[in-house]
């Protein structure tokens, strides 16, 4: 495609002066005539070298993958073939799902060099995302013409949820600053159910701990130490529902929740545990527990393009199939978006889990209801919103009571707050040895 350039309409602007003089003064109808003549022979020349001279080559260089709602840079090269230099706008055809920053860009490339220019791109949704081209718009030699030109540079990319807090959380664990996320780490020396090892005895350890027959061996204490048990297992069972498409900032609920997945799997991998997760709700998968760090991997394939549907959860029917697909006991997460009316359906599908499993409910609570409680109170609608407000949350309480009442461990925070409340929780079961 040619499009006009700016110095063209300062071509077009002269002529029109002069077609003005003419319709004044005859004398100068000639020199329009040869004024409109010039500049068309000179504009079908700067045109025809525009479109016959060898476009940039072009490449896009994507990462393999892109986390949620984090800034990444996609680098692009461009590599002037011409004996010319080169004046040029670019623009990158990305994905609607994503948000860009730096662009268009100008570029000046002089002949037989190239340029790698950088643009920011942040994912908001997560699948799997494709670039279906790269826009140039070349200046003409005489700078009458634009060029442009769409180039058929392909990319896709994956976006998974955010995997930058695992990168956070090992390196935060490497130097023992766990704190800093919120992650509380009670573990002291000694305890455990699984034995460790054996050392020499410390100040502060208890008699049981004590090996006699070692230490007879040895001639001196030594103490058993002891670890939390391994090889268990760790099954979610995510509500991809449509209680799960509510936001509370540019991330859904669901997506705060496979953030939170990720991160547990993650913690549960490196305590020598296995992880599993199903989903039901409309969007019905199953992938059985394994151990090892490489199920970080696949449970990352298993969720990335995973979405919430408009069907509401049907908590029985999830609870029977986990019982046929999971044989083996293990900590069941349940996570979802609690209301006072799922009693009658939630209640018993816990139960029916219990029977067999060690059973932990997390639910996403609305950061807008903690805000409507902190709002000021200036004229009676805000006094009957927060009384409501409030009403609904002394429901959705006594609901988790009732849930807690039963022996079934609960958990209910705000998205943000989901990832450290639920690897507290696993920390604090691993502790305790109930499962």
Known sequence: MILPARRLFY????????????????????????????????????????????????????????????????????HNRSTRSLTLWLYDHFPRETSVEGFPLRLSLAADTFAEPLYSVTANERGKLHFPGLQLRVLSPWQLWWHDVTLPVQSEVKVYPNFAAVAQYALLATDNHLSHMGIMKKRRRGEGQDFHQLREYRAGDSLRQIDWKASARMHKAISREYQDERDQEVIFMLDCGHRMMAKDDALSHFDHTLNAILLLTYVALRQGDAV???????????????????????????????????????????????????????LVILLTNLRDEDTDDLLPALHLLRTRHLVLLASMREQALDSALDA??????????????????????ATLERIRAAGIRCLDVTPNAMSVGLINHYLDIKRSAVL
């Open 276 to 330: 599993g997760l199903g989903s039901f709700a409309g969007a019905n998968r199953w992938l059985p527990a394994h151990k090892g760090q490489h199920n970080v991997q696949h449970m990352l394939n298993a969720l990335y393009d995973l979405q919430p549907t408009a069907q509401a959860p049907d908590y029985a029917q999830a609870a029977t199939e986990l019982l046929v697909r999971q044989k083996k006991r293990a």
């Open 376 to 397: 000021p109170v200036d004229n009676t609608e805000d006094a009957l919103h927060k009384a409501a407000t409030q009403h609904y949350l002394r429901t959705r309480e």
């Open 11 to 78: 071509v077009l602007g002269g002529n029109a002066v002069i077609a003005l003089l003419a319709t004044i003064n005859p004398a100068w109808i000639a020199a329009w005539y040869a004024s409109v003549g010039v500049s068309l022979l000179l504009a079908f020349i700067d045109m025809l070298r525009v479109v016959t001279e060898p476009v940039p080559d072009a490449q896009r260089f994507v990462p393999h993958s892109l986390p949620l709602g984090v800034k990444r840079n996609i680098r692009l090269h461009l």
